[in-house]
């Protein structure tokens, strides 16, 4: 802040690589997934491809939820090495805003190691607005094009508005909102 109480800049950082992250690689080189993929770019309304879908869903799921998805060891390392780095550029924040996911708090520990006096932040900040990204039921799926095989209304859907502004359904019993705000908010 400055000597107005203006926000005077803001620097951010995304948490380490998750086991979201560490899946993708494992479904692009596991047959299956392969002879699914093949299936959807050639008729992605098939029953085959929707077979192929349900056997991918059973086979390559995470046992968690988006907002739960661990960080990888691999992310630590990488949460540390930023806090070692960000030390020589910029100064420790007045202020720091986490999302309320358990892999960004994990993040910001680690940073923490890579950088100790950041402990020294008085204000840390917890806030449900920030979020990267909202899967939805495809969460359930961990991948869209398996999501859109066994919902192929919701990839009609998202033709029409695009990736920018389609939004995964949220699940029935969920009352929450996305919002967005300005840095005036924060």
Same mark, same amino acid.
């Given at each position: $802040? =400055?000597?107005? @109480?203006?926000?005077?800049?803001?620097?951010?950082?995304?948490?380490?690589?998750?086991?979201?992250?560490? #899946?993708?690689?494992?479904? =692009?080189?596991?047959?299956?997934?392969?002879?699914?993929?093949?299936?959807?770019? !050639?008729?992605?309304?098939?029953?085959?491809?929707?077979?192929?879908?349900?056997?991918?869903?059973?086979?390559?799921? #995470? +046992?968690?939820?988006?907002?739960?998805? +661990? $960080?990888?060891?691999? @992310?630590?390392?990488?949460?540390?090495?930023? @806090?070692? @780095? !960000?030390?020589?550029?910029?100064?420790?924040?007045?202020?720091?805003?986490?999302?309320?996911?358990?892999?960004? $708090?994990?993040?910001?520990? %680690?940073?923490?190691? *890579?950088?100790?006096? /950041? *402990?020294?932040?008085?204000?840390?900040? %917890?806030?449900?607005?920030?979020?990267?990204?909202?899967?939805?039921?495809?969460? /359930?799926?961990?991948?869209?094009?398996?999501?859109?095989?066994?919902?192929?209304?919701?990839?009609? /859907?998202?033709? !029409?508005? *695009?990736?920018?502004?389609?939004?995964?359904?949220?699940?029935?019993?969920?009352?929450?909102?996305?919002?967005?705000?300005? %840095?005036?908010?924060?």
């Amino acid at each position: $802040m =400055n000597n107005y @109480g203006e926000l005077a800049g803001f620097d951010i950082v995304r948490h380490g690589r998750s086991e979201f992250n560490e #899946l993708r690689p494992i479904k =692009n080189r596991d047959p299956l997934y392969r002879k699914f993929s093949e299936a959807y770019n !050639l008729d992605w309304r098939s029953q085959e491809t929707f077979r192929l879908a349900l056997a991918v869903k059973q086979k390559l799921s #995470l +046992p968690y939820s988006q907002h739960d998805t +661990p $960080m990888t060891e691999e @992310g630590r390392r990488q949460a540390r090495a930023t @806090g070692v @780095g !960000l030390q020589d550029v910029i100064s420790v924040p007045d202020a720091v805003v986490i999302s309320p996911s358990p892999r960004t $708090m994990e993040t910001f520990e %680690c940073m923490k190691e *890579g950088w100790p006096e /950041l *402990g020294e932040v008085q204000e840390v900040f %917890c806030d449900e607005r920030i979020r990267e990204q909202e899967h939805g039921l495809m969460t /359930l799926f961990n991948d869209k094009k398996v999501f859109f095989a066994l919902y192929p209304r919701q990839r009609e /859907l998202y033709e !029409l508005d *695009g990736d920018y502004f389609f939004r995964f359904p949220k699940k029935i019993f969920s009352i929450s909102s996305t919002v967005i705000f300005s %840095c005036e908010a924060i």
